[in-house]
């Protein structure tokens, strides 16, 4: 079985910064290879969006709408992988609840963003910024 724990959300004021953390941990017997891991998030009554999505190899990419603002790193272990999304120089329109999610395919890059290539996903994570 497959678990992913989102943390890191967080109340800040605009131009600030917040780190995401999920960790994505499987149990000793599940034999998934979780290639692919990505940041979505999604404000009530609208389509969940891709926000950043990265590999094993790694390679990674980001939405245009958060270009040059948030960074998304991957780190491993024997037990579990951890993937950070970086978020700098917040806007108020970056307010949402964030999921990761992670899935057995290796993406394209322009796949990464697509909710339906993710087999798995977090409970998801409150960000809230504020003028």
């Known amino acids: 079985q497959v678990h992913l724990e989102e943390s890191g959300g967080g109340s800040v004021q605009a131009g600030g910064s917040l780190r995401l953390s999920c960790v994505v941990s499987?149990?000793?017997?599940?034999?998934?290879?979780?290639?692919?891991v990505a940041w979505f998030r999604q404000a009530p009554g609208k389509e969940r969006e891709g926000v950043a999505g990265?590999?094993?190899?790694?390679?990674?990419?980001?939405a245009d709408s958060v270009y040059g603002r948030f960074t998304i790193t991957i780190s491993k272990d024997s037990a579990a992988k951890t993937v950070y999304l970086q978020m700098t120089r917040l806007k108020p329109e970056d307010t949402d609840m964030y999921y990761c999610a992670a899935g057995n395919d290796i993406l394209m890059r322009w796949e990464r963003f697509r909710p339906d290539k993710y087999k798995y996903w977090g409970q998801g994570t409150q960000v809230t910024v504020s003028a």
């Open positions: 499987r149990n000793s017997g599940a034999d998934d290879r979780l290639y692919s």
């Open positions: 990265i590999d094993d190899h790694p390679s990674e990419n980001v």
